[in-house]
């Protein structure tokens, strides 16, 4: 299995090829719900479109909390890898499976059991109950996929391989189009038909980066066929992915939590929101996937004790993902409008203007949140996940409590809510890096 030694070469080259196919997968990603946003928004109806965007919104919290398990086991992983144990890596891939894999059971029947109450909790209006009901059962059939995909995919980053997990999310993202095009527009599935693709989609990915992984990997499948299993080996897993796992999970949930309040505001604001949401995601994706790059890489040279790349690193890290944000936030500025008329109709000129203004005051401040997602990753590379859960929880909880307290005033109404966004990202980047910089000299010592 080609293997990626992120100790070794130039930093900017290494950071960058590294974060490159994780970019395009994370695009590819994107796609699925990309798709389905046009596909609904252009042949179903706009609130068809609402009901999506809000179903979206509570997806993307329940299977955080899968991708924050594996990010955070990901990050065990590349530790071991630089610090060349095999035997520990063995061990600590078995036992997070069985961790992560008891999660993915017990949140998929829960999605299921509790789906009216998180229906009524979200605000969804009557009109569109039905359809993002029927939206919702379906996909919440596929988080067993996620958790499979999103596994394997964070073992082979892990150790450097980001190419493989990318050429099974092409194949997926191709099939969930031509599944889109065929159950909503030809067959007439409508909302369910865009649903089933997606889930078909992710077992696509999952069942095939798995087969192909124990097809390729003997000391995967040696760790596999002996599964063991310390509590030493236990408490440094769940240590590191329930902090990661808390941070995904607080930082989605303060987004569902606007997304009921954004719900609050009818159907228009619900499909401008959920239009922007999409090219916002698209926007900033390449910060995010850079952040978990630079997580990576900062974990592998922290488990091979290489200090001064480890410094090397956050320096151009962050002139890396500053230029692209800067870059960005220039483009959206001037092409809010006609990329919202890729989801929604010229004619839904309400729609397209909130969703215009929710881009321009988001999409000025990326240097925010590209910041933040370096932080995200350095402080859980370095042993200190409680840390990137302390900044997320400071990011949400001045959104949400902003979000509230602004949009009730009368003359700043949903308003409130876009700024809200970027005061929470600046204020998270304050406490991190004024923590980083008070405590540079114990940051280095793992676990204290």
């Not at 320096?315 to 929604?344: D, G």
Request: aromatic share 12%.
């Amino acid at each position: 299995m080609k293997q990626g030694d992120l100790t070794k070469g130039s930093v900017f080259r290494a950071i960058s090829l590294f974060a490159l196919p994780m970019l395009l997968g994370n695009l590819l990603q994107q796609m699925y719900n990309v798709v389905d946003t046009w596909v609904v928004g252009k042949y179903i109806s706009s609130d068809a479109l609402a009901g999506v965007g809000s179903a979206y919104t509570l997806m993307v919290f329940l299977t955080s909390i899968l991708l924050g398990m594996c990010m955070g086991s990901g990050v065990v992983f590349s530790l071991c890898f630089g610090q060349k144990d095999e035997k520990k890596l063995k061990e600590s891939v078995g036992t997070a499976f069985l961790l992560i894999a008891a999660a993915a059971v017990i949140l998929t029947l829960g999605a299921i059991l509790l789906l009216d109450g998180i229906l009524a909790w979200l605000n969804i209006p009557q009109e569109i109950l039905g359809l993002t009901r029927e939206y919702l059962f379906l996909v919440f059939l596929g988080i067993p996929a996620v958790f499979v995909y999103n596994f394997f995919a964070a073992y082979l980053k892990a150790l450097g391989n980001a190419l493989v997990p990318l050429v099974f999310l092409g194949i997926s993202t191709g099939v969930n189009i031509v599944c889109d095009l065929l159950f909503v527009i030809s067959f007439e599935w409508g909302t369910a038909g865009a649903a089933g693709a997606t889930v078909l989609a992710q077992y696509v990915s999952g069942i095939g980066l798995c087969a192909w992984v124990f097809i390729r990997d003997p000391a995967l499948r040696s760790a596999f066929a002996h599964i063991k299993s310390s509590r030493k080996g236990m408490r440094e897993i769940a240590g590191y992915s329930v902090f990661t796992c808390l941070q995904q999970s607080v930082m989605n949930l303060g987004i569902l939590m606007v997304q009921g309040l954004v719900n609050s505001f009818g159907t228009s604001i619900m499909a401008a929101f959920a239009a922007a949401v999409k090219i916002d995601s698209f926007a900033y994706m390449p910060a995010q996937e850079y952040g978990n790059a630079f997580s990576t890489f900062i974990a592998q040279n922290t488990g091979a004790g290489k200090r001064e790349r480890v410094t090397g690193g956050i320096k151009c890290a962050a002139l890396t993902s500053i230029t692209y944000c800067m870059a960005a936030s220039l483009i959206l500025w001037f092409q809010a409008e006609n990329l919202m008329q890729i989801f929604v109709s010229a004619s839904e000129r309400t729609i397209i203007a909130e969703g215009v203004r929710y881009l321009h005051i988001e999409g000025a401040f990326y240097c925010g949140i590209g910041c933040l997602f370096l932080l995200y990753g350095f402080y859980r590379a370095i042993g200190k996940p409680a840390m990137s859960l302390i900044l997320t929880v400071i990011s949400l909880g001045t959104r949400v409590a902003l979000a509230y307290l602004l949009s009730s005033v009368e003359s700043i109404g949903v308003v409130g809510i876009w700024w809200a966004i970027p005061i929470g990202w600046f204020l998270a980047d304050t406490v991190g890096v004024g923590y980083m910089m008070v405590k540079r000299r114990l940051l280095w010592t793992k676990g204290r």
